[in-house]
């Protein structure tokens, strides 16, 4: 309650409660030989709660260093928080005084009555200091604080009221009124999860002197492109709200309510409610999730010794068992050493040795669990002299804990073919033995083979994973060179070794009749066989006017080099990233600049390479006698492959855009369309619908959705803040994503934009010393992350390949259970 006096600048103590009320108040009185205020700064405070339940008091500050009368909004946001005191369930509910008397901060017996202080003020320098040490001993003893909007400009010669705050307005924010939209990345926290995750609303926004990322918990950002920010703006990553466990008490701060209207919000009345309940201990909530102090990066494996890869082969793929040891593979290059031999007269061209390695947390140690001979040692290539050939991708099976059973994607050596530059790929199953942790080599079973080019590199892709149902998802890549076609399509006709193109990827990835450019879906059984599951892109059955075929495993075509995907069982969900051609700037003449891509699918789809790309954004066709004369624009609506080395079908399935897409120059870039639905793709026309995202030299690398598990017992889980967050990342760590994404289920299965990101550089470190070049990351039945540093080579593995292990520290949500105002709940 609060009591309205007869001055409109100023409004005395209300009238006290009775004794009764005031002896079972949150926080105990001072000590009997405490002395009356005034007197030094306040260091014997308690905050606890007494036996059989609390009033609980919430004291509104609204004094304010501004001459004249008080905001309007001091009224606003009173009447607001009373409502939200009465309201609600009556175990939620509290008691509301205001003040704008400051001695309140040296009356310890007065402090101590409150769960929460609530600086609702115009700012400025408001608190002696005798008062802040009062604030802050109350602090100490583990009370509560919410600021409100213009809170963040007052005590402006106080560090420790910065801390509190957790940032400082630029002085040239924006001072008009402007809608925009909110960002609520915090589905968790009770300030948070009732509201939308795009929540659009109108406020005075403020811009921040020093960004508070890392050092504070967001709980939500407001995203510049739909409001004009000012000079000082903060880009893509701008704070609104957040919180934090602060100097022995809970912080809660958000930078809206600058408006009389946003009071009469329910959404801003339901944001300030889950603050006071945290703040007043009437509720847990944890505000160390994304606070960077609170994980802790470490490298498991230890550099090879020399002209070995006793540690780590070169980092290609991990997978996590259900007791926690992980299991990763090296795709076939060994140290610098070692020779590379690139002779096609040499029986052993690119022979190398694709290791498959195993961590066990329980002991620390590595172990060599088998080595498979591949091609993949650098070498095959008459366009670079490389390959990316090799041991490619690993999956346990569902049951691997009862059989050891390891499916490995790989190209072995022994069925290259030097006269014709042909090798076979294969999906094989080994059997690991549980208890040595080595690989039986004779246990393979074949399951899948299918034939590639290997007279020109590249695009393997490799990434394989299970859904709930027992499916196994096999990424490929488009098995075509990366030249030929100038950066832009990779569509061109002509080039070919002995008849087979190795520049077409309308050969490959646009042909319903051939496994490479796809990600294929089987269900193994236990003899080693497959079958097909219902929903595949096709049935394997179809033809059309031309005689064209189908494979039946195809349960997504049109993908360049998928190196990594993903399944979330909860849902089904496939995740999957791909790297893109090379063109570093898009062309009117042929089309979009190189698009690095990720997706979200949800059923079986062609994601339209080498015909469009982005959200539907189409190439130029090319075709004999002369591929550099262009065409006519492909229709991602209804794509034709009319390429002289298709053996499929004609009539293709309908592009489906994706999700996320970036080029050197910004994220998802868009342009104006003409009547006939084609871009302009000028440069300065441009828009970026992903300010987050930036690439230059790029390399997709898909990660995990993370699933909190609260059963588990272990000490280093993620928190569930994360839960349900898809990650996604690039293989280097400049300007390249490492972020955390959240979609809308609506509409994301066709294309639809991510509605939140936040960067994780600095809980996935980056720098030469980091994780560096990202090759794969994955959750394991700890909730830890475990990552897979490529290293500073190509080809190669080094003293930078490494297994790195990323913990949570934090401990859990505050405050403790036994230290909440009405018990646990």
């Known amino acids: 309650m609060h009591l309205r006096g007869l001055s409109t600048r100023r409004r005395g103590w209300a009238t006290m409660v009775a004794a009764g009320a005031v002896t079972a108040g949150l926080v105990s009185g001072p000590p009997a030989n405490a002395r009356p205020a005034p007197d030094p700064p306040l260091t014997t405070m308690s905050i606890k709660s007494p036996p059989g339940g609390a ?151 403020l811009n921040w002197v020093k960004n508070p990322t890392g050092t504070v918990h967001t709980v939500a950002r407001v995203r510049e492109s739909t409001y004009q920010p000012g000079a ?54 944890d505000c160390k999730a994304t606070i960077t102090a609170n994980y802790k990066a470490e490298r498991l494996t230890k550099p090879n010794q020399p002209g070995q890869n006793d540690q780590i082969g070169e980092p290609h793929g991990l997978v996590t068992a259900p007791d926690g040891r992980v299991l990763y593979i090296g795709r076939g290059g060994a140290d610098s050493s070692q020779p590379v031999i690139t002779d096609w007269n040499n029986p052993d061209i690119g022979k190398g040795k694709g290791e498959i390695h195993v961590y066990d947390p329980r002991t620390g140690k590595v172990t060599l669990a088998g080595a498979l001979t591949v091609f993949g040692n650098k070498g095959g290539g008459d366009e670079l ?53 080595k690989l039986d080599l004779s246990s393979e079973k074949v399951l899948l083979k299918w034939p590639v080019q290997i007279h020109s590199c590249c695009h393997a892709g490799g990434g394989m994973a299970w859904d709930s149902k027992g499916n196994l998802y096999i990424a490929t890549g488009d098995n075509n060179s990366s030249r030929f076609s100038d950066g832009y399509s990779g569509n061109n006709p002509q080039p070919n070794y002995k008849g087979v193109s190795f520049a077409d990827a309308r050969r490959t990835a646009g042909n319903t009749n051939n496994l490479n450019g796809k990600i294929l879906r089987i269900h193994p059984e236990p003899d080693g066989t497959y079958t097909l599951p219902e929903g595949n892109l096709f049935t394997g059955r179809e033809t059309d006017e031309g005689g064209g075929k189908t494979r039946g495993e195809i349960y997504v075509m049109g993908v360049r080099n998928p190196a990594r995907i993903f399944v979330d069982k909860e ?157 996604v990342g690039d293989f280097y760590d400049a300007d390249q994503p490492r972020n955390a994404v959240i979609t809308d289920p609506k509409n994301h299965g066709d294309g639809g934009l991510p509605v939140h990101s936040e960067s994780l550089k600095r809980i996935v470190p980056v720098g030469n010393d980091g994780i560096k070049n990202l090759m794969d990351w994955k959750f394991g039945p700890d909730g830890a992350l475990y990552v897979l540093d490529y290293g500073r080579g190509f080809f190669t593995s080094d003293a930078k390949s490494a297994l790195w292990r990323v913990t949570y520290t934090g401990g859990g949500p505050t405050p403790a259970a036994d230290q909440l105002a009405r018990g646990a709940r």
């Open 55 to 205: 009033n609980v008091r919430v004291l509104i500050f609204y004094g304010s260093a501004a001459a004249g009368d008080e905001s309007p909004l001091v009224n606003a946001g009173i009447e607001a928080i009373e409502r939200i005191g009465l309201s609600g369930p009556a175990d939620e509910r509290f008691k509301v005084e205001a003040t704008d008397d400051a001695s309140v901060f040296t009356n310890e017996t007065r402090l101590g009555r409150y769960n929460a202080v609530v600086f609702l003020t115009g700012g400025g320098d408001v608190l002696d200091p005798e008062q802040e040490a009062g604030l802050e001993a109350y602090m100490e003893a583990g009370g509560g604080f919410v600021g409100l909007h213009d809170a963040a400009r007052a005590e402006p010669y106080s560090d420790w009221f910065t801390g509190l705050i957790g940032a400082r307005p630029a002085p040239t924010s924006p001072t008009a009124v402007q809608r925009a939209t909110v960002e609520v990345g915090d589905r968790v926290h009770p300030a948070t999860r009732s509201l939308p995750v795009q929540w659009k609303r109108p406020d005075r926004w």
């Open 232 to 285: 000082s703006a903060n880009g893509w990553d701008h704070p609104v709200s957040w919180c934090r466990d602060y100097d022995g008490g809970r912080s809660f701060y958000t930078a809206m309510g600058g408006t009389v209207s946003s009071y009469d919000e329910s959404d801003f009345r339901a944001h300030l409610r889950g603050a006071l309940m945290w703040t007043t201990r009437l509720a847990q909530a």
């Open 385 to 437: 002299v490389k390959v990316e050939e090799g041991l490619l991708g690993i999956e346990l099976d569902p049951r691997f804990q009862e059989n050891g059973w390891v499916y490995l994607h790989y190209t072995p050596h022994a069925q290259i073919n030097r006269d014709t530059r042909m090798a076979e790929r294969r999906v094989s199953r080994f059997t690991l033995d549980l208890a040595t942790n």
């Open 571 to 727: 849902t089904d969900t496939l995740y999957a990233g791909w790297v893109g051609p090379d063109a570093g700037a898009p062309s009117t003449t042929w089309g979009p600049a190189k698009y690095d891509t990720f997706a979200v699918i949800t059923k079986a789809s062609n994601r339209g390479w080498p015909y469009c790309m982005g959200n539907k954004q189409p190439y130029r066709d090319r075709n004999l006698p002369d591929p550099s004369k262009p065409l006519g624009w492909y229709d991602c609506d209804h794509p034709k492959n009319e390429s002289p080395n298709n053996d499929g079908l004609v009539n293709l399935p309908p592009v489906t855009a994706n999700n996320i897409w970036y080029s050197p120059q910004g994220g998802a870039p868009d342009f104006p369309r003409d009547a006939g639905g084609i871009p302009s793709y000028k440069q300065d026309e441009a828009t970026y619908r992903l300010p987050w995202l930036k690439g230059g030299g790029q390399a997709a690398m898909n990660g995990p959705v993370y699933r909190y598990d609260e059963t588990a017992s272990s000490e280093v889980k993620w928190p569930a803040y994360w839960d349900g967050k898809w990650f």
